[in-house]
């Protein structure tokens, strides 16, 4: 049975320069697993791995799709298993880094993933609906989902709403593999947590994010495409257009939308602890 490592843990724990010095002890080569990351000209924001970073150590899964169009589950566990096939061809070791949990476990688990067609009709009803009314209908339908799922990115609450109504709930993925994984789980106390968190949203801010937002959607990446796309992508877009929600007179509008997304980025690191908590030793 190969051995497949992977890296998991919230944003802003170290993984892709953990996953980097590894690769190069373990003779590995590395596998994204970042829902963002696979799209081309979203850098700054998805933190995306620079040439310079990754030391030499070849990098699967990176710019493989065009933002203007949804990246499937299915999509990257077909890529992803390519991709392993062809580490192993080199007798090399596969090292699968990222936070998206529903990708991780997709590969790993040699998942078969629900054939749910798309239901046109259903989308463009939910697509009507704000992001917390996505999120009261997912929490009603499927509570457990809902506890490990993205909240700010409305693509993946209506694919989660839409397997629901066909199949009544999100179906958990098996616990059998093909492989000998060997986990490693990155993290921090919650205070270490917040303050890198903080410190990296700031650094992004100062290497040109808003500008990066800007200039998709000059490229033709529609406002709404970049709402959709989740936290930085969405909270950027919002301030752009100037729809950011002020929550003090004496604040400025670039202030306020820093905090909220610090706000919702720290919520999603924990709910990536959620979903992988079950493979932390």
């Known amino acids: ?60 899964l990176l710019d493989v799709a ?30 699968i880094v990222g936070g998206t949990g529903f990708y991780i476990d997709a590969v790993v688990f040699d998942q078969q993933l629900p054939e749910v067609p798309p239901n046109k009709a259903l989308r463009k009803k939910l697509e009507k609906c704000s992001l917390a009314e996505l999120q009261e209908q997912l929490q009603a339908m499927d509570p457990e989902r809902y506890e490990t799922i993205d909240i700010h990115n409305p693509v993946r609450l209506i ?69 959709m796309l989740g936290l930085e992508y969405r909270f950027l877009a919002l301030y752009l257009q100037q729809k950011i929600s002020k929550t003090a007179p004496s604040t400025t509008l670039r202030a306020d939308m820093l905090a909220q997304l610090e706000t919702a980025i720290w919520q999603y690191a924990k709910r990536q602890r959620t979903w992988f908590k079950k493979y932390a030793k």
């Open 1 to 60: 049975m190969p051995t497949l490592i992977v890296i998991c843990g919230p944003t802003a724990a170290g993984k892709s320069d953990y996953a980097v010095q590894l690769a190069k002890d373990r003779n590995g080569e590395i596998i994204s697993a970042d829902s963002r990351q696979v799209y081309k000209g979203l850098d700054i924001g998805s933190g995306k791995i620079t040439s310079k970073e990754m030391k030499g150590v070849p990098h699967h």
């Open 66 to 95: 065009s933002p203007a169009r949804i990246f499937t589950v299915a999509q990257y566990k077909k890529l992803a298993d390519k991709a392993i096939a062809t580490i192993l061809k080199k007798g090399k070791t596969p090292i």
């Open 159 to 227: 694919r989660a709403i839409e397997i629901v109504e066909t199949l009544g709930k999100v179906p958990a993925a098996s616990r059998t593999s093909k492989y000998d994984i060997e986990w490693i789980y990155l993290d921090f106390p919650d205070e270490v947590l917040k303050q890198r968190i903080h410190d990296r949203l700031m650094k992004r801010m100062k290497k040109g994010m808003a500008k990066e937002v800007q200039d998709l959607h000059t490229h033709g990446l529609s406002w709404k495409r970049l709402e």
